[in-house]
C-alpha cells in the first residue's frame, strides 16, 4: 500500500427504520446527507448504511406494485438516488456505503434475471466500488417474488492505505468467501444486512464476528429495522449495528469493540452508532504474527475427510 495505513478508524452505522415513509428520492438523499453530517461531527471515517435500504422507497412507489414488480421498480430507482448522493463524500470527506440497491445490468447471466442486488462504496476521491451480492436466499431468487441474479466478484479496496470489503448479508455467513478473501488480508469488512427474524440477525452477526476471528480484522455489521410504509402489510426486519474484533486479550478479550442491540421498530430514522477508535493497527499488530493462538491464513489442503 503506498499509503501509511491510519491507526485507527471511526464508523457510523446507520440502522434504517424502513417505516419512516419518503417522498421522494430526494427526500431519502437530504435524510443520507442529514446522517453524514451527523456521523462527520462525532468524527466517523465512513458511513455504513443497509442492505436494501432501498425498500424505503417503496413508500412514495405507485400502488399495487406486486412483489414482483418491486425489484424492477427499484433498480429504476437506483441511478437517480446514487446521483443525487454521489458529492455527499467528498462534500464531509467521508466514505458512504449506500446500502445496497437492485440495479439492473445490461447482459443478464445464463439463469435469467437481469437484476442484482448491488452495495455501493463512495470515497471521497471520486471512486465508487461495486459489489454485488454472491449468495442469494431463496425469496432472493424465487420467480414469483423478488427474483434476482448472483454477482460473481469479490471486490477488494485500497483506501487510506486499507483494505476493505463488502460481504452483503449471506455472503458473511458462507467460508468459503471468507477463505477466498484471507489472502488478500483486509483490515476492514463491511457487513449490510436484512434479516427479518431474530434467528436471521443472529446467523449474520454470529457469522460477521467468527470472520473477525479467522480473518484477524474489523467486522462492522448493520440491518435495517421495521417494513416500508406501503398500502399493503409486510414483513418486518430485525436488526441492530456492531462493530466485531479478533477475541484478544489487547483487543478487550469478547471481540465486540461497540454495538446496538437488536429491535423491529424505531421511532425515528433509525438508530446510529458512532463506533470510535477501531484499533486497526492493533490488529494488524496481531495479524503480523502477535494474536495468542491465530495460525495466519490457513488452508486445509493437507486434510483429507474419511468416513468411518
Not at 424465487?142 to 479496496?157: F, K
Request: proline fraction near 8%; charged fraction near 20%; hydrophobic fraction near 45%.
Amino acid at each position: 500500500m503506498s499509503e501509511a495505513a491510519p491507526k485507527s478508524l471511526t464508523l457510523a452505522l446507520w440502522a434504517v427504520n424502513l417505516a419512516r415513509p419518503l417522498n421522494g428520492i430526494g427526500a431519502w438523499a437530504a435524510a443520507v446527507e442529514a446522517r453524514m453530517r451527523t456521523a462527520k461531527e462525532a468524527g466517523a471515517d465512513l458511513l455504513v448504511m443497509p442492505e436494501y435500504m432501498s425498500e424505503q422507497w417503496l413508500s412514495f412507489a405507485p400502488q399495487g406494485l406486486t412483489a414482483r414488480e418491486e425489484i424492477p421498480w427499484m433498480a429504476e430507482q437506483a441511478e437517480a438516488a446514487l446521483a443525487a448522493v454521489a458529492d455527499l463524500p467528498a462534500k464531509y470527506d467521508m466514505a458512504l456505503l449506500a446500502g445496497t440497491m437492485p440495479v439492473q445490468v445490461e447482459s443478464p447471466p445464463d439463469l435469467g434475471s437481469p437484476y442484482l442486488n448491488r452495495a455501493h462504496l463512495l470515497l471521497p476521491d471520486g471512486r465508487l466500488v461495486r459489489q454485488d451480492k454472491l449468495c442469494l436466499t431463496p425469496g432472493e431468487k424465487d420467480p414469483e417474488a423478488w427474483h434476482l441474479n448472483t454477482g460473481d466478484r469479490l471486490e477488494v479496496v485500497e483506501w487510506k492505505g486499507m483494505r476493505l470489503a463488502t460481504l452483503i448479508c449471506l455472503d458473511v455467513e458462507m467460508p468459503a468467501l471468507s477463505s477466498l478473501l484471507a489472502p488478500e488480508r483486509p483490515d476492514v469488512i463491511l457487513v449490510p444486512s436484512m434479516t427479518a427474524k431474530l434467528s436471521g440477525y443472529s446467523r449474520v452477526f454470529g457469522c460477521a464476528k467468527a470472520r473477525a476471528i479467522e480473518l484477524q480484522a474489523a467486522v462492522a455489521a448493520v440491518g435495517v429495522i421495521g417494513a416500508a410504509s406501503t398500502n399493503k402489510p409486510r414483513e418486518t426486519n430485525t436488526s441492530g449495528c456492531s462493530v466485531f474484533l479478533p477475541c484478544e486479550e489487547s483487543l478487550g478479550f469478547v471481540g465486540v469493540h461497540d454495538e446496538i442491540p437488536p429491535a423491529d421498530s424505531a421511532e425515528d430514522a433509525g438508530p446510529m452508532l458512532i463506533a470510535r477508535d477501531v484499533p486497526l493497527a492493533e490488529i494488524r499488530r496481531l495479524r503480523a504474527g502477535a494474536a495468542e493462538v491465530w495460525p495466519g491464513v490457513w488452508a486445509a489442503d493437507h486434510v483429507t475427510v474419511r468416513r468411518a
